[in-house]
């Protein structure tokens, strides 16, 4: 019983899900997972709470089904419900936000990795105008992201004008006039977009935008559309604008992240009944696959959909709609039990060269090959059979030049990576979008970097490893003077990322966040480094884990996990072997999933010795590593 596109899924379908039939819910629950997603993660421009209010909406849909008169009028009836819990989720935010009085309670800012403007770009593969037109939905008004939710579903095909006009309560009339004005702030937001894209010899603007803090807002769009208007220069740059209508038309709907999750549907209670069982379509159904979140129920359930009663929670793990079959279900997370860590910090990572001198490039390259005492014995290169290669926005890669570098990023599944400077090394191919540049130290603030990071994407890493004299060695004053051009660069700003301490009171991330704090500067996530030197799997975990989660508890900011591998710097350099460094992929992944704080994390790194020891995924020969393989396998 498959969905029928702009109509709906089946009404025999929605009328045997209403009369009881659990296999039915299931099958209408898949099937409108992907659209609600859209709209809530669309109005709610990626925060954090998208889960919850999915979550939410999907109870009070199987609490409310059997209510439901007509079967034809499902869809509808489902996007006003989606509406109407976007509506209560900004009201009860708007009011917990004023009553809260400290600022460890702040409202958290949205999932950098889920910006809905970001990742439409990147998983539906925008160019050009299209691109504008994504970027420019971040200048809207609160109130009008819901209506561009449905609109944007409405002219892609998968919503009609009567579901849009009903779910916002409106007359068509009513409707079609909100859509138009909704649609001049748009526009409005591409001139912007473009103005402030342009290499632009307006020094008005320039002098604009010196006092502009980068995050958009209904006031700095009145002051730079007002520029525009009266400013030749920049006017001219918003010539040949499409009109939206063409440029939305035919685009699908965004695949649901994986690891997306359900869980709340557990709450349900028990006069409501939710099936929880396994569900694997081929590709000529789509690819909805739900698994239960209850422990030891899935290792028994068969790839047929069999019937589990009670109430039962449904976690969607992957919704690729675009006929790819989902992965298996990952194993149970390690349990949440934290050991005692040991007092001395995490050992500091590999070297990277010192910037030159103001006259050379500033911006120095990681070393491959970081000082260390030579092994005993060299692993000889063997060739492995190809791995199973899953993707994931969370997977990233640290880079550095190699031969058949690009090849090696596009078969290791990463879906972004950043190579310690405002430079993309050469990286080609369809994933080289997912480039995240880094202004790594002092000696990198140019006007030049600061110009390539901007135009790179919404996303900068700041200052690499500003506590250690051989990298950044910045103090905390100097990273806060650099602070505001860093602002005016990255829509989406990392901290700096300190090689050790980040939770440490008084430690240098610590009294940097403070002093952000007492200026007003902008940091929207916290990036972080780890090295284990305990090569067993399970402990290394453990503490990888403590480390984030006290990193977390004391910022509460997103994190990206943007160096990490098994390596022993406490008496020169000592590498985990190929398969204990596989072996901790495979587990600390796993782990990472379960961390909905944790945002990305990227390996040290993209390049293998061929024949030193060290903590690379593919060798200069092409061949990939065992470690390799897994972060292949891994999400």
């Not at 019983?1 to 209403?18: E, I």
């Not at 006929?323 to 995490?346: D, F, H, I, K, Y």
């Not at 004391?554 to 996990?561: A, E, G, N, T």
Request: glycine share 8%.
């Amino acid at each position: 019983m498959l969905g029928t596109g702009r109509g709906g899924p089946d009404t025999a379908m929605v009328a045997a899900a209403r009369d009881g039939d659990q296999q039915a819910l299931d099958a209408l629950v898949a099937d409108s997972l992907p659209l609600v997603y859209n709209i809530v993660g669309r109005a709610l421009n990626g925060h954090t709470d998208v889960d919850d209010v999915v979550q939410e909406t999907f109870l009070r849909v199987v609490r409310a089904l059997p209510d439901l008169r007509d079967p034809q009028a499902y869809r509808s009836w489902l996007v006003a419900i989606a509406v109407r819990q976007v509506r209560d989720h900004e009201q009860d935010r708007r009011t917990t936000q004023h009553r809260r009085a400290d600022l460890d309670t702040a409202e958290e800012v949205p999932d950098p990795a889920s910006d809905f403007a970001a990742v439409t770009i990147l998983r539906l593969g925008l160019t050009d105008q299209r691109r504008e037109v994504a970027e420019a939905t971040r200048w809207l008004d609160g109130d009008d992201q819901a209506l561009l939710a449905l609109w944007w579903l409405e002219e892609t095909g998968e919503l009609g004008r009567a579901d849009l006009a009903g779910a916002l309560g409106l007359s068509g009339r009513h409707a079609a006039v909100r859509v138009q004005r909704m649609k001049e702030q748009v526009q409005t937001g591409r001139t912007i977009v473009r103005a402030l894209r342009a290499d632009s010899g307006c020094a008005e603007l320039r002098a604009l935008t010196a006092n502009w803090n980068g995050v958009p807002s209904p006031l700095w769009r009145k002051r730079f559309a007002r520029h525009i208007r009266d400013c030749a220069v920049c006017q001219g740059r918003t010539a040949g604008l499409l009109p939206i209508d063409r440029l939305l038309s035919g685009l699908p709907l965004l695949p649901l992240p994986i690891g997306f999750a359900l869980h709340h549907l557990n709450a349900v209670p028990p006069a409501v009944e939710a099936v929880a069982h396994a569900t694997t379509w081929g590709a000529s159904h789509g690819a909805h696959a739900l698994e239960t979140t209850r422990p030891g129920l899935l290792a028994s359930l068969p790839p047929a959909p069999i019937a589990i009663g009670g109430a039962a929670a449904v976690v969607v793990t992957g919704v690729l709609i675009l006929g790819q079959l989902t992965a298996p279900a990952p194993e149970p997370a390690p349990p949440l039990a934290v050991p005692t860590r040991t007092a001395s910090p995490p050992p500091s990572p590999p070297p990277l060269p010192s910037p030159q001198s103001a006259s050379a490039t500033p911006e120095p390259s990681p070393s491959p090959t970081p000082s260390r005492k030579k092994a005993t014995s060299t692993p000889t290169p063997t060739r492995t059979p190809p791995a199973a290669v899953a993707s994931s926005p969370r997977k990233g890669v640290g880079v550095w030049k190699m031969p058949g570098l690009s090849t090696a990023f596009a078969k290791s599944g990463a879906s972004w990576y950043y190579t310690w400077s405002t430079r993309r090394e050469g990286v080609t191919g369809p994933r080289a979008d997912g480039f995240v540049p880094m202004i790594w130290g002092s000696g990198s603030v140019t006007p030049e970097n600061l110009a390539q990071a901007k135009s790179a994407g919404p996303y900068l890493l700041a200052f690499n490893e500003p506590d250690l004299p051989q990298q950044a060695n910045m103090s905390v004053e100097e990273a806060l003077s650099h602070w505001p051009k860093l602002m005016s660069a990255g829509r989406v700003l990392s901290s700096p990322s300190v090689a050790f301490g980040a939770a440490t009171p008084g430690g240098w991330l610590d009294r940097f966040m403070t002093g952000a704090e007492e200026r007003d500067y902008r940091v929207d996530f916290i990036a972080l480094h780890w090295y284990g030197a305990d090569f067993r799997t399970q402990p290394a975990v453990n503490q990888l884990r403590s480390y984030v989660q006290d990193v977390y508890k004391r910022y509460r900011k997103p994190i990206w996990l943007t160096e990490y591998a098994l390596i022993d710097f406490s008496n020169g350099t000592r590498y985990a072997s190929d398969a204990q460094q596989a072996a901790f992929v495979t587990a600390s992944t796993r782990m990472l999933a379960s961390l909905p704080y944790v945002r990305r994390y990227a390996w040290f790194g993209l390049p293998s010795s061929n024949t030193e020891p060290n903590s690379g995924l593919f060798r200069h020969d092409g061949t990939v590593t065992r470690a390799g393989r897994a972060f292949q396998a891994a999400r």
